[in-house]
């Protein structure tokens, strides 16, 4: 199946950034899909999202300053309020009629759901979808269950970060570490999948039961994986009553620019007394993939045909069937038709024979990311009684 890069999905909602990046009365100017955007959040500590321009001269409004209720511009003092309405200008003589309502700066629908802060990116803002889409929604967890972020921009497309996303076969090559699986350790068990929503998801299984880490969580142990357009990972894993939930989301900033966040909700309270020692294998995880993303821009500076296999490819080619899917619908003014099957044969796992061709499309693999913690863990336990 040939590679082919497609447009950047919109109507959707995308994590612009983790809500404790914002205080009250604080804003950020940031670049989302290509676009200039100044997110805040008010003194009474809601976020918004405003076209980052002022309508006068054209200068970005983060430039400016934010009193927590409105924003100032740095040029000639316009004022707008966290909804986009002008609500001064210094300029106007008292006598002068003009009417502020016919001055405004274009808000973008912004919403805080469990601590993080997405924004919806439309494809016309003179029609917003109605009703609008459903945020991706992390099972069991609240805002307060968010222990660990971290964030890496990496210089790709959207479609490469997603294609790396769900690759599963990268990982024994490009995160080889000490505390890491070797090369000969890359079999995984098949799994079964089913389409969901906008996506699809790795339906709720066992873990290996060889897996130490998963023994130290307690209880009974399951796992489930969900991807959903436009590029969100979700793995919920479940432990007795406790809960872990990995989560990836891709941002475009630009069209060769994504911002990857990763968050870890659990509700083990144990888990967060260690928290420092995993924040370092989680930023070397993601150096891992960022770093073999760098070289792999060298390739695909000379615009190569690229492949996706059967097997190990599969998710990503269900990824592009979607987005596709999604596109059409929507230009032929249908429901969207999820595509993507219900159940699948065993992928079958890539031998060291035949990854270095796989190798230049991937660079990630989320499930990878949060069993690493969990290896840490158990490595870190077992060196306890050394220690004592
Ligand atoms: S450019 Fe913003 S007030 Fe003039
Ligand atoms: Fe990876």
Redesign the pocket.
């Known amino acids: 199946m040939p590679v082919v890069e497609s447009e950047i999905l919109r109507d959707l909602w995308y994590l612009a950034v983790p809500g404790r990046t914002l205080r009250p009365g604080q804003m950020l100017g940031k670049q989302l899909l290509g676009q200039s955007i100044v997110l805040g959040r008010s003194a009474s500590g809601e976020p918004f999202a405003l076209r980052d321009l002022c309508p006068h001269r054209g200068i970005p409004l983060s430039h400016g300053a934010f009193d927590g209720r409105e924003l100032e511009c740095c040029y000639h003092g316009w004022r707008f309020t966290c909804d986009g309405g002008c609500s001064h200008i210094p300029s106007l003589l008292p006598t002068q009629k003009f009417d502020l309502s016919r001055v405004g700066v274009f808000q973008f629908p912004c919403r805080e759901v469990q601590g993080n802060i997405w924004v919806l990116m439309p494809a016309d803002e003179r029609h917003l979808p109605d009703p609008l889409p459903e945020i991706p929604v992390i099972p069991a967890v609240d805002a307060s269950h968010c222990q660990l972020v971290e964030s890496s921009i990496f210089p790709c497309s959207i479609d490469h970060a997603v294609v790396?996303l769900m690759?599963p076969a990268?990982?024994p090559f490009?995160?080889r570490s000490w505390w890491w699986r070797t090369k000969h350790s890359i079999h995984e068990k098949a799994k079964a999948f089913a389409p969901s929503h906008l996506g699809f998801t790795m339906v709720k299984h066992r873990p290996s039961s060889n897996s130490k880490a998963y023994k130290l969580l307690g209880g009974e142990v399951s796992t489930e994986i969900r991807f959903e357009l436009p590029s969100t990972r979700i793995e919920h894993i479940t432990a007795g009553r406790h809960h872990i939930c990995g989560v990836t989301t891709l941002t475009p900033l630009t069209p060769n620019q994504v911002e990857l966040h990763q968050f870890f909700y659990w509700t083990i309270p144990w888990l967060t007394v260690i928290r420092p020692i995993m924040r370092p294998f989680v930023k070397t995880?993601i150096e891992?993939?960022r770093d073999?993303v760098d070289k792999q821009q060298q390739g695909l500076n000379e615009d190569p045909q690229l492949m996706l296999i059967n097997d190990a490819d599969k998710p990503a080619r269900w990824y592009y069937q979607l987005k596709k899917e999604l596109l059409e619908s929507r230009q032929q003014h249908r429901p969207f038709n999820n595509t993507a099957p219900s159940t699948t044969p065993p992928l079958q796992q890539p031998g060291p024979g035949n990854h270095p061709a796989l190798a230049q499309l991937?660079?990630?693999?989320?499930r990878?990311?949060l069993s690493t913690c969990q290896e840490s863990l158990s490595l870190l336990i077992r060196c306890i009684p050394q220690l004592t």
Not at 362 to 366: A, C, P
């Open positions: 790396g690759d990268h990982g490009v995160h995880f891992q993939d073999v991937r660079f990630r693999r989320r990878a990311m």
